[in-house]
């Protein structure tokens, strides 16, 4: 068993100030002692948040924390399999109505396809996702 962090997470402890020892240490409290990943998604996520930031010295301090997450985690990919299952996932949730963004479900769909829980504050898409196992953070 295993985590994949949520973007949400990393970016909320970056904007408190937290260290990355400080959000793993939350991590593991929260969730337990288990191995945590990125998923390449999340990833995207977070470099993205690096290049929307509204000052130099905000881009400076995101893409360090940044840097220090990616010498700490392990980044799982988004493969092909894991394509095929959010593409079920989400023809299956669409049909009863139920949309889920689309970056959350590749996230949610990498989470399941490695059989690991999903660490997040945001519970709301998360739990749209059937047997997926969601950790609040």
């Known amino acids: 068993m295993g985590l994949i962090l949520d973007s949400s997470i ?25 191995h945590a990943v990125l998923s390449s998604v999340g990833l995207t996520e977070l470099a993205h ?11 400076e301090r995101r893409e360090n924390f940044l840097g ?5 985690m392990e980044v799982v990919p988004y493969t092909k399999d894991t394509a095929l299952l959010a593409g079920r996932l989400d023809g ?3 049909a009863c109505g139920v949309t889920i963004p689309s970056v959350d479900l ?12 999903l660490v997040t504050v ?7 996702i059937p047997g997926l196992n969601v950790v609040s953070l």
């Not at 948040?49 to 881009?59: E, L, N, S």
Request: glycine share 6%; aromatic share 6%; hydrophobic share 45%.
């Open 10 to 34: 990393v970016i909320a402890a970056e904007r408190r100030g937290d260290s990355v020892p400080r959000l793993l240490s939350q991590v593991a409290a929260s969730a337990g002692n288990q």
């Open 49 to 59: 948040a690096v290049y929307r930031a509204q000052t130099p010295v905000a881009r």
């Open 68 to 72: 220090q997450l990616l010498l700490d």
């Open 92 to 94: 299956e949730q669409r």
């Open 106 to 117: 590749m996230i949610g769909a990498t989470a399941l396809e490695y059989g690991y829980s």
């Open 122 to 128: 945001n519970l709301r898409h998360f739990q749209l």
